[in-house]
């Protein structure tokens, strides 16, 4: 929980240092254009690896919540990207280190909603091999992962012939989760 803590106050740091900081009045030039939200996310990204290079638990996470920003924005290109080093960083934690498991299912999560299924398909199955041995095939995160699984296998629901996978994953989360998780 602490270290989770120490995490969540990094990246509120970094966002209101780095990010929001960017569009104070007194550290522009005088007659300087206010920035854009998105040049300031540009110039605070390029900033990520520098400030947390030798914290890799919280690069991730920044890492991750700039690519949820960027999609957020519809910048899918830039949230891959973002995504994809996360990933890489990820690679020096435990393979069951929450941050990484979270930054492969936000990857896969924007290749879905680009359409390009066969890529998220492939990284579901090889994050849900991972966390069925590390977490239990019945974790919150294994469903998770399952329903975005099914979620590229269905083309976003444009394949009907999966309508019965859909209520037997709903069926199976509430049986090991609760009814509140179907």
């Known amino acids: 929980a602490e270290a989770e803590r120490a995490v969540a106050v990094a990246i509120n740091r970094f966002l209101n240092e780095d990010v929001l900081d960017a569009a104070n009045p007194l550290r522009r030039a005088p007659g300087a254009p206010e920035p854009t939200l998105r040049e300031a996310l540009d110039a605070a990204e390029a900033r990520v690896s520098e400030r947390f290079g030798s914290q890799p638990q919280v690069e991730v996470a920044v890492l991750a919540t700039l690519a949820r920003l960027r999609s957020e924005f519809g910048d899918n290109a830039q949230a891959l990207a973002l995504f994809a080093r996360a990933i890489v960083t990820a690679k020096a934690l435990p393979v069951d280190h929450a941050a990484g498991l979270d ?21 579901l199955s090889s994050l849900l091999a991972d966390v069925q041995r590390t977490a239990g095939a019945s974790s919150s995160l294994a469903y998770e992962v399952r329903l975005r699984l099914l979620e590229a296998e269905s083309e976003q629901g444009a394949r009907t012939d999966r309508v019965e996978d859909w209520r037997r994953l709903a069926n199976e989360a509430s049986a090991d989760l609760g009814p509140e998780h179907k």
């Open 103 to 123: 930054a492969r299912l936000g990857h896969a999560s924007i290749l879905i909603s680009e359409q390009r299924f066969a890529e998220a398909r492939a990284e």
